[in-house]
């Protein structure tokens, strides 16, 4: 069971708890909704309190995070983690190419929603699945989720800050001009496609940032940053740029003999700890699939 605690001191003394949950732990209204009808939610020294309790200076108060019941709907099921780290607000993954992370028609039981919950049943946790956010199903590496609620708005609310930052290594075919820029195009459904994104003016602002790292054979690898989270967002804006990613079967062309899927991977994530505030910073090499069509040795960020 994950709890935090705050310590009333004189200073707090007399102050509601609702305005401690919320000024002194972070908490937010939706959060402090869920807990308070639970039996052990908000406790002042281990006693069910109400969010309207005034407590005295010496009490400790503690309020509970973690899932008393699963609502996500996501069936545990067995499958491989690779787990870059863990603790008892998040866990940052690496993720393989193939794998989605939301269940959906074709992948109920077979996603990285499902292996975590198993995961976390076999290590004993009340944790749900709370995503922080997304990577494509043929887009590899870096990805977080938290372990309950609060962690997962706190984390949420850092995306497309300088908080949250998320770099990604993709090849793409030719080698983009100039080496390093920002592609500004708004993006939106293609008409008559149920995945399609495209470039169109009345879509939504899309930023992405680009620097070319290395060219060989008539492409190029390229690290890209986000400003914006739109759906296939850096697929879209390479091949608009007329540099598709390699193996880009929606937006550039379909070459499995080369490699199976876009040639895209998330290669580093840092991140404000949603509890102690420290930063955090993880970086994965270039998988075997991408580095192969460089035919050298994986390369670090």
């Known amino acids: 069971m994950r709890r935090l605690e705050l310590a009333i001191t004189p200073e707090l003394a007399g102050i509601k708890v609702d305005t401690l949950l919320r000024k002194r732990l972070g908490l937010s209204g939706t959060v402090i909704r869920r807990v308070k009808w639970l039996?052990?939610?908000?406790?002042?020294?281990?006693?069910?309190v109400h969010t309207d309790f005034r407590p005295a200076a010496g009490q400790?108060?503690?309020?509970?995070?973690?899932?008393?019941?699963?609502?996500?709907?996501?069936?545990?099921?067995?499958?491989?983690l690779d787990i870059v780290y863990e603790d008892a607000d998040l866990i940052v993954l690496n993720k393989a190419p193939g794998v989605s992370v939301h269940p959906g028609p074709g992948h109920f039981s077979d996603t990285l929603g499902n292996f975590l919950l198993h995961?976390?049943?076999?290590?004993?946790?009340?944790?749900d699945f709370h995503p922080v956010h997304r990577l494509d199903r043929?887009?590899?590496?870096?990805?977080?989720?938290?372990k309950h609620p609060h962690a997962q708005e706190v984390l949420k609310n850092q995306l497309h800050t300088p908080d949250f930052r998320r770099v990604y290594l993709a090849v793409c075919e030719g080698v983009p001009e100039p080496e390093r820029g920002v592609v500004d195009a708004p993006l939106g459904p293609r008409p008559g496609s149920l995945m399609e994104q495209m470039v169109r003016p009345d879509g939504k602002a899309a930023r992405t940032r680009y620097q070319v790292l290395e060219v060989w054979g008539?492409?190029?690898?390229?690290?890209?940053?986000?400003e914006t989270g739109?759906?296939?967002?850096?697929?879209?804006?390479?091949?608009?740029?007329?540099?598709?990613l390699t193996g880009d079967f929606l937006y550039g062309t379909e070459e499995r003999a080369?490699?199976?899927?876009?040639?895209?991977?998330?290669?580093?994530?840092?991140?404000?700890?949603?509890?102690?505030?420290?930063?955090?910073?993880?970086?994965?090499?270039?998988?075997?699939?991408?580095a192969r069509l460089r035919n050298c040795s994986p390369v670090w960020l």
């Open 39 to 48: 039996e052990d939610g908000i406790l002042a020294d281990g006693v069910r």
């Open 60 to 80: 400790v108060l503690s309020v509970r995070l973690d899932d008393p019941e699963r609502r996500s709907g996501v069936v545990p099921a067995p499958g491989p």
């Open 119 to 127: 995961h976390y049943d076999l290590e004993g946790e009340t944790a």
């Open 138 to 146: 043929g887009t590899s590496g870096l990805i977080a989720a938290a």
């Open 218 to 226: 008539g492409r190029a690898l390229v690290s890209l940053e986000l």
């Open 230 to 244: 739109r759906t296939h967002q850096i697929r879209v804006h390479m091949a608009s740029t007329g540099h598709p």
């Open 258 to 290: 080369l490699i199976p899927r876009p040639a895209l991977h998330s290669g580093f994530l840092s991140l404000l700890h949603p509890i102690t505030r420290k930063k955090l910073e993880f970086s994965i090499p270039l998988p075997e699939d991408m």
